[in-house]
């Protein structure tokens, strides 16, 4: 089976929200026929801006049943495809920097982030589970959040749960360039997956990336603003993973 994942490597204007989702669905209205994935930046809606977070967080937050992970919903109907794009989150008292799921606009699913930042840890509360998802054509997808791609653990754990394709939702800054050069292709390599990871255009470093299990680059964006789109042909994963087993060959009895 072949799948079609586009990054959707934009700006966000920091405290907009709805500007950002306008420039959303222009980006998603311009995608080709036959893309069925389409992965946006961390911390989208909101722009990703920890003075912002930190001054009017609460103000700009919304719970998973707010208008804009509702109109995400809205689009990825449309659109007929998997929509992932980071957002802003509340409950309570708490902020999170989370990830909304919509599939074809069915009820969305929700990943906070679980590993933060040391920058990030004052404004936001980590979350506390890994979540696997099934796009529209039910395939299997593991999320994870910018700085995650620092611990391959979190990526061996959504593979092992099933996940064939890594979506990486980013704002990796000017200077950290490796994170989408290297770190992508790793964790994707590890674990014989595809990853998609899409960052924050300027004034963030770009370089999206959709990478297959070999750790092979199939699509790379520039540093401004780029929709990158590659086929994933997904029998690659178990065609990996038949001629280096190493995710069987494992023993975490000897792992701290």
């Not at 389409?38 to 809606?45: D, H, M, R, S």
């Not at 103000?59 to 109109?71: I, Q, S, W």
């Not at 802003?88 to 982030?113: F, I, M, N, T, W």
Request: aromatic share 6%; hydrophobic share 45%.
């Amino acid at each position: 089976m072949i799948l079609r994942a586009a990054a959707l490597q934009l700006s966000a204007v920091a405290g907009e929200v709805e500007s950002n989702l306008n420039r959303l669905e222009e980006a998603i209205g311009a995608l080709p026929p036959g893309v069925t994935l389409a992965v946006a930046p961390e911390l989208y809606t909101t722009g990703y801006d920890l003075d912002l977070v930190a001054r009017r967080g609460h103000e700009l937050a919304e719970p998973v049943t707010g208008p804009a992970v509702e109109r995400l919903v809205s689009l990825a109907k449309r659109a007929g495809l998997t929509l992932v794009v980071g957002f802003l989150e509340s409950e309570g008292d708490q902020l999170y920097d989370s990830v909304a799921v919509s599939a074809a606009g069915g009820d969305p699913v929700v990943y906070r982030k679980t590993h933060l930042y040391p920058a990030e840890m004052p404004v936001f509360t980590p979350g506390n589970s890994l979540v696997v998802f099934d796009d529209t054509s039910g395939t299997q997808m593991g999320l994870m959040i910018c700085f995650e791609h620092a611990f391959p653990e979190i990526a061996t754990t959504l593979a092992l749960e099933g996940g064939r394709v890594l979506v990486i939702p980013s704002a990796v800054p000017i200077g950290y360039e490796h994170v989408l050069a290297l770190r992508t292709r790793a964790r994707a390599q590890d674990n014989q997956v595809f990853a998609v990871a899409c960052n924050m255009s300027a004034p963030f470093c770009g370089l999206s990336v959709i990478v297959d299990p070999r750790g092979e680059i199939l699509a790379q964006a520039g540093t401004g603003e780029e929709t990158v789109i590659a086929d994933l042909a997904l029998e690659a994963v178990s065609n990996e993973r038949a001629r280096e087993p190493s995710l069987d060959l494992r023993r975490p009895e000897l792992y701290r």
